[in-house]
Antibody, heavy 116, light 107 residues
Framework: QVHLQESGPGLVKPLGTLSLTCGVS?????????WSWVRQPPGKGLEWIGE???????SYNPSLKSRVTISVDKSRNQFSLSLSFVTAADTAIYYC?????????WGQGILVTVSS | DIQMTQSPSSLSASVGDRVTITCRAS??????LNWYQQKPGKAPKIVIH???SLQTGVPTRFSGSGSGTDFTLTISSLQPEDFATYYC?????????FGQGTQVEIK
């Protein structure tokens, strides 16, 4: 059974960089899924951020593309999200998820607050 | 972007009721439509994929239908554990987009 777990700081300063990692267990990151990040501002809906394939190929939401980098570390079976120049509008629960025509499974999510 | 519009935004229903949620895409997406259930404090969980395929382990009271631009999620007999927020999501375009969600509350 595949399990995903997000990790990283829960508080980031404005104009700083948000960095999160998603550890994958129960499956190889080279298994054929695309590995995605989705976020959800408190009390609001879901927004797809982007995805990475084990080859390093990526696809990003154009609304965030200038600030986002998603990368994969095959040796550690994990993938990462970097979001630069964050503002209060980036405060959200960040989920990692496997995608193969639909998102499943998801990590439990990590709340990241942007505040000084 | 393909915009996904759900209706209603919220509904109140009783245990045993039949519940229907609608999702409309701003352009045709074939059957590239998925439904998720999200309970408070939890990650979304896939319920229906490819418009009408029930995810393994999901009760058969859940069903999905539709193609093109109009889709429906139906719960045939609402159970206490079904009270949650439901989201549709299109996977036709690589810019994946979600509906705004439908909150199913207890009447």
């Amino acid at each position: 059974q595949v399990h995903l777990q997000e990790s990283g700081p829960g508080l980031v300063k404005p104009l700083g960089t948000l960095s999160l990692t998603c550890g994958v267990s129960g499956d190889s990151i080279t298994s054929g899924h695309w590995w995605s990040w989705v976020r959800q501002p408190p009390g609001k809906g879901l927004e797809w951020i982007g995805e990475v394939y084990h080859s390093g190929a990526t696809s990003y939401n154009p609304s965030l593309k200038s600030r986002v980098t998603i990368s994969v570390d095959k040796s550690r079976n994990q993938f990462s999200l970097s979001l630069s120049f964050v503002t209060a509008a980036d405060t959200a629960i960040y989920y990692c998820a496997a995608f193969n025509n639909w998102f499943d499974p998801w990590g439990q999510g990590i709340l990241v607050t942007v505040s000084s | 972007d393909i915009q996904m519009t759900q209706s209603p935004s919220s509904l109140s229903a009783s245990v045993g009721d039949r519940v229907t949620i609608t999702c409309r895409a701003s352009q045709t997406i074939g059957v590239s439509l998925n439904w998720y259930q999200q309970k408070p404090g939890k990650a979304p969980k896939i319920v229906i994929h490819a418009a009408s395929s029930l995810q393994t382990g999901v009760p058969t009271r859940f069903s999905g239908s539709g193609s093109g631009t109009d889709f429906t999620l139906t719960i045939s007999s609402l159970q206490p554990e079904d009270f949650a927020t439901y989201y549709c999501q299109q996977s036709h375009s690589t810019l994946f987009t979600f509906g705004q969600g439908t909150q199913v509350e207890i009447k």
